[in-house]
C-alpha cells in the first residue's frame, strides 16, 4: 500500500516539474523536455546527421534558405528561438525538423519544388512541428530505408549490432508524427506561408508532387509523405486553409515566385551521385576514391553515405566496408575490437592486389548463448591516407560458403582505373527556357530527354506529359543524362 502511495506521490511531482505551455496552442501540457533540452538535443544530434549525409556545397542556396527561414521563424509561435536550416547531399526527397529548431531539407525535395512557395509551405510545416514541440514519438526505420541509411535486406540478431549504422543519437532523430501532429504542422505551415507572403495554395499542390512520387509501391514512397495522412486529403485541407489564411490578411500579397526558384536550383545534383559509388555488373565502383571490388551474387548491397554494407540473403552472412579509425593497422584493429566487444584470435599481413593490408581473425568477448556462433574476420587494406576496413560475419550452417564469396570480394578490391567510370559525374538540373508553343513531351523531345525518363520529368516540373507549354516558359530538363 504504502509503495504504491509514494510511486502516485513521485508520478504526480514528475507531471508537475514537467508540465508546460505549448508554444502553439497555449495549453499546459506534459513536456518531456525543457527548451534547454531540447536545444541541447539538436545541438548534438545535427553532427551526426551532417556526418551521416553531408551538406551539400552551395552557398547562394543555402544564403536563400537561411533568409527564408530566419523571416518565417520571426512569424512563428517561436520567434525567439535560434533555428538552423540545412541542404543535406541526398537525393531522396525528404524535408525534416529536430526538436531545437534543427530544419533540414535534401537536395532531393529542393529539386522537386517547382517554386518559392511550395518550398516556403514545406518549410512552415516543418517550422511548425517545432513550434508546436511535436514529441519524439518513435523513431521509423522505413525514414532510415528512405534516407539511405537502413541496409537492403533483414539480416540475423547477432548480426544486427554490427550492421546497426545509425547511432542511438541518429535514430532518434527520424522520429515518427502522429497524424494529429502531421495536419496540426499543414496548418502551421499555411499560416507562416501565407504571413510571410507566399500562395498556400501552391504547398497543396505540391501534395501531389508526392503522392505521384509514392505512386509505385511503398517503396517509392517519399518518407517525408508515409508518416503523413494521405497527401490527396492533405491537397484539400490545404487549399481550404490558404482561403482562410488569405481572408484573415487582406493587406498581404501571396506570391509564387516560380522563375526565380528555378533559376536557384538551376545545377542542382540529381538523383545518386555515381562518385559516390555503384554498381554495375556485380562489381561495386567508386570512382571518387578510385576502387572497386566484386559483389556477390545474390547478396544484397547498400551503399550509405558513411559504410556499404553486403547481406546474403537468409540474413547470416554480412559484409561491412568503411573507412578504418586509426592512423596504422594495430590502431584500427584496436578501435574494431573495443567498438564491438571482440578480441582478437589471430593476426597476420598481407598484400592485396599490390595494397598492404592486414587480416584478422576475431571473435565475440560474450556470444549469445544458444545463437549459433559468429565467424568474425577483419581486413585491413592502406590506400595512401586512407586505410580502408573489411568486417566479414558469417553465421550458421553455411558459414563455409558465405566465407568463400566474402573472401572473393576481398581479395578482388583493385584499384579503379577505367577513365570512363572514373568520370562519370552525377546528373544535374537544368533549367531552360522552352523554344516553341507544344505539350511538355514536345519540349522534352526538342531537348533530347529520352523518352524513357519523360514521366520522371514531369513530375519533377509538376506537369502531364499532355500539357501545353507556352514559348519562352523555363522547364527543368536533366544535363549529363545517363544515355538510353
Ligand atoms: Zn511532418
Known amino acids: 500500500m504504502k509503495l504504491i502511495y509514494f510511486f502516485q506521490v513521485l508520478v504526480l511531482a514528475l507531471l508537475l516539474a514537467t508540465c508546460a505551455k505549448n508554444p502553439v496552442t497555449g495549453k499546459r501540457e506534459v513536456m518531456l523536455m525543457s527548451e534547454a533540452d531540447e536545444i541541447k538535443l539538436g545541438a548534438e544530434s545535427d553532427p551526426e546527421i551532417v556526418a551521416e549525409f553531408g551538406v551539400l556545397e552551395n552557398p547562394e542556396l543555402q544564403a536563400f534558405i537561411n533568409e527564408k527561414g530566419n523571416e518565417m521563424a520571426k512569424v512563428s509561435h517561436r520567434s525567439s528561438l535560434p533555428f538552423h536550416f540545412k541542404i543535406l547531399d541526398s537525393p531522396v526527397v525528404n524535408a525534416f525538423a529536430l526538436p531545437g529548431g534543427y530544419v533540414y531539407f535534401t537536395r532531393g525535395i529542393l529539386a522537386h519544388f517547382n517554386n518559392e512557395a511550395q518550398f516556403a509551405g514545406v518549410l512552415g510545416h516543418e517550422i511548425g512541428h517545432v513550434t508546436a514541440r511535436h514529441g519524439a514519438n518513435q523513431y521509423s526505420k522505413q525514414m532510415l530505408a528512405q534516407l539511405g541509411l537502413a541496409i537492403g535486406s533483414s539480416i540475423s540478431k547477432e548480426l544486427e549490432t554490427f550492421a546497426d549504422i545509425a547511432g542511438a543519437g541518429l535514430q532518434l532523430l527520424f522520429m515518427k508524427f502522429g497524424r494529429e501532429d502531421e495536419s496540426q504542422s499543414d496548418e502551421l505551415g499555411v499560416e507562416y506561408a ?17 503522392d505521384k512520387l509514392g505512386g509505385e509501391g511503398e517503396d ?7 508518416t503523413h495522412p494521405a497527401p490527396l486529403d492533405r491537397f484539400e485541407k490545404v487549399g481550404e486553409l490558404t482561403k482562410v489564411w488569405q481572408e484573415k490578411l487582406p493587406n498581404q500579397s501571396f506570391s509564387v515566385n516560380r522563375d526565380s526558384y528555378l533559376r536557384r536550383i538551376d545545377d542542382l545534383p540529381y538523383g545518386e551521385d555515381p562518385q559516390q559509388g555503384f554498381v554495375e555488373k556485380s562489381v561495386f565502383y567508386h570512382p571518387a576514391l578510385a576502387f572497386y571490388f566484386p559483389v556477390p551474387k545474390d547478396w544484397t548491397l547498400t551503399n550509405a553515405p558513411a559504410k556499404v554494407t553486403v547481406t546474403e540473403k537468409s540474413g547470416k552472412g554480412l559484409l561491412i566496408f568503411d573507412l578504418a579509425k586509426g592512423n596504422d ?49 577483419l581486413i585491413l587494406i592502406q590506400d595512401g591516407k586512407n586505410m580502408f576496413r573489411f568486417l566479414a560475419i558469417a553465421q550458421g550452417n553455411e558459414v563455409k560458403s558465405f566465407n568463400a564469396a566474402m573472401d572473393n570480394a576481398v581479395d578482388g578490391f583493385s584499384r579503379l582505373t577505367d577513365r570512363e567510370k572514373l568520370n562519370r559525374q552525377v546528373e544535374r538540373i537544368q533549367i531552360v527556357s522552352v523554344r516553341r508553343n507544344g505539350t511538355f513531351a514536345e519540349v522534352l523531345s526538342d531537348f533530347k530527354m529520352p523518352a524513357a525518363r519523360h514521366k520522371e520529368l514531369a513530375i519533377l516540373n509538376g506537369m502531364e506529359l499532355t500539357d501545353r507549354v507556352s514559348g519562352n516558359m523555363l522547364v527543368k530538363v536533366i544535363k549529363n543524362i545517363k544515355p538510353e
Open 194 to 210: 501565407s504571413k510571410t507572403g507566399n500562395d498556400g495554395k501552391q504547398m497543396a499542390d505540391f501534395f501531389k508532387t508526392l
Open 220 to 226: 517509392r514512397m517519399p518518407a517525408f509523405l508515409s
Open 329 to 377: 593497422f594495430q590502431a584500427a584493429l584496436k578501435e574494431t575490437l573495443d567498438a564491438n566487444e571482440l578480441e582478437l584470435v589471430k593476426d597476420k599481413n598481407r598484400r592485396i592486389n599490390g595494397f598492404q593490408a592486414m587480416e584478422a581473425e576475431l571473435k565475440q568477448k560474450a556470444p549469445n548463448s544458444g545463437a549459433e556462433p559468429l565467424t568474425i574476420k
